[in-house]
C-alpha cells in the first residue's frame, strides 16, 4: 500500500530536549516537505527536498533542521525545541515537486512544554 | 505572492443539506487548484484538482469549478451526509511549484 509513515503520532517533551521526527515513503517519491498546522493559519511549509542531498527552507524554518540522505526518509529535527513549535506536524511526498496530488502523513502532534 | 482565501467555518449542516465552501486565491500565470479533505485523526487527502479555466474537479459527489474570471474554486455537494464532517482545504500550486493552503474550513454534518 502507497503510504507516507509519520512517527511518532503523538509527542510531549520539555523545552531545550532535542527531538527528532521520522518521516518515511515507500512510492520512490523525489519531492517531500514538511509542515505544520496551527489554528486560523492552515498549512505552512517548514522544508523541503527535491531530491536525495537536495533540500531548502520553506516558509517557517526557523528551529527545524531536516536532512535527506535517503530517497525514502526525510526526518525533521528540532534541536532545541521550544513552546512555540507545539503544532500538529505533516509529511508529504510527491512524485516530482510539479506533480498535482502530494500524499499526506497522518501526522505527528507535538507538545513543548 | 500566491495565496488562499477560504470561508471561515464551521460550517453546520444537516444531512441531505447543499454545501458551498468558499474559496477564491490570487496567483500569477495558471496555477492549478486543489481540494483537499482532512478527516479527524488522519492526514490530508487529495479530494478533487483543477489544472485549468473552465476544468471541473469532481469525487464522491463533491464538485469545484476553476473559474478565472472570479478567481475562484467553491466547493460544492448536492447532499451531504455525516461522513462528510471534516475539515476541507482549498490549494493551489503555482510557478513556484509549492502547494499554498488556505486555513481550512471545518464541516459538521448532524443527522
Known amino acids: 500500500e502507497a503510504q507516507v509513515t509519520q512517527n511518532p503520532r503523538y509527542l510531549i517533551t520539555v523545552t531545550g530536549k532535542k527531538l527528532t521526527v521520522t518521516c518515511s515513503q515507500n512510492?520512490?517519491?523525489?519531492?517531500m516537505s514538511w509542515y505544520r498546522q496551527d489554528p486560523g493559519l492552515g498549512l505552512r511549509q517548514i522544508y523541503y527536498?527535491?531530491?536525495?542531498?537536495?533540500?531548502d527552507k520553506g516558509d517557517v524554518p526557523e528551529g527545524y533542521k531536516v536532512s535527506r540522505k535517503e530517497k525514502r526518509n526525510f526526518p525533521l529535527i528540532l534541536e532545541s525545541p521550544s513552546p512555540n513549535q507545539t503544532s500538529l506536524y505533516f509529511c508529504?511526498?510527491?512524485?516530482?515537486?510539479?506533480?498535482?496530488?502530494?500524499?499526506f502523513g497522518q501526522g505527528t502532534r507535538l507538545t513543548v512544554v | 505572492g500566491n495565496s488562499v482565501t477560504q470561508m471561515e467555518g464551521p460550517v453546520t449542516l444537516s444531512e441531505e443539506a447543499f454545501l458551498t465552501i468558499n474559496c477564491t486565491y490570487t496567483?500569477?500565470?495558471?496555477?492549478?487548484l486543489f481540494w483537499y479533505v482532512q478527516y479527524p485523526g488522519e492526514g490530508l487527502q487529495l479530494l478533487l484538482k483543477?489544472?485549468?479555466?473552465?476544468d471541473k474537479g469532481s469525487n464522491k459527489g463533491f464538485e469545484a469549478t476553476y473559474r478565472k474570471e472570479t478567481t475562484s474554486f467553491h466547493l460544492e455537494k448536492g447532499s451531504v451526509q455525516v461522513s462528510d464532517s471534516a475539515v476541507y482545504f482549498c490549494a493551489l500550486r503555482g510557478n513556484t511549484d509549492k502547494l499554498i493552503f488556505g486555513t481550512g474550513t471545518r464541516l459538521q454534518v448532524f443527522p
Open positions: 496567483a500569477t500565470g495558471y496555477p492549478s
Open positions: 483543477a489544472t485549468k479555466a473552465d
Open positions: 527536498s527535491m531530491n536525495v542531498e537536495v533540500t
Open positions: 508529504a511526498s510527491s512524485l516530482t515537486p510539479a506533480n498535482t496530488e502530494a500524499f
Open positions: 512510492m520512490n517519491h523525489e519531492y
